[in-house]
């Protein structure tokens, strides 16, 4: 059974950063592309950031390229999502994401196959 387990949200201030984790159990990495995505109150789910498991590949929104950086550890089986200068819009559930599947267009939701529970992350000003 494939399981994604997010951990690592919180409540920061802006300016400040977090690490979220997503624990993955019941395939191989290597196989997979991992993604984050986020779901704010009131508005649809979007995609954060992607990383090939196959070649460490990564993609970025406009919105957080040059603050945010995934990252995976294939032997823990775990990717990473560096959060850093923090804004008040960056305030919503955050989702751990799975597909077996390279080239494709990873910020389209229904391109995965496998989702996590969320994680809340809440930008104070």
């Known amino acids: 059974e494939i399981q994604l387990v997010e951990s690592g949200g919180g409540l920061v201030q802006t300016g400040e950063s977090l690490r979220l984790s997503c624990a993955a159990s019941?395939?191989?990495?290597?196989?997979?592309?991992l993604g984050w995505f986020r779901q704010a109150p009131g508005k649809e789910r979007e995609g954060v950031s992607c990383i090939g498991g196959h070649d460490g590949s990564t993609f970025y929104s406009d919105s957080v390229k040059g603050r945010f950086t995934i990252s995976s550890d294939n032997d823990k089986n775990t990717v990473y999502l560096q959060m850093n200068s923090l804004k008040p819009e960056d305030t919503a559930v955050y989702y751990c994401?799975?597909?077996?599947?390279?080239?494709?267009?990873?910020?389209?939701?229904?391109?995965?196959?496998?989702w996590g529970q969320g994680t809340q992350v809440t930008v104070s000003s």
């Open positions: 019941g395939f191989t990495f290597d196989d997979y592309a």
């Open positions: 994401a799975a597909v077996e599947r390279r080239g494709f267009s990873w910020w389209r939701i229904r391109a995965y196959d496998y």
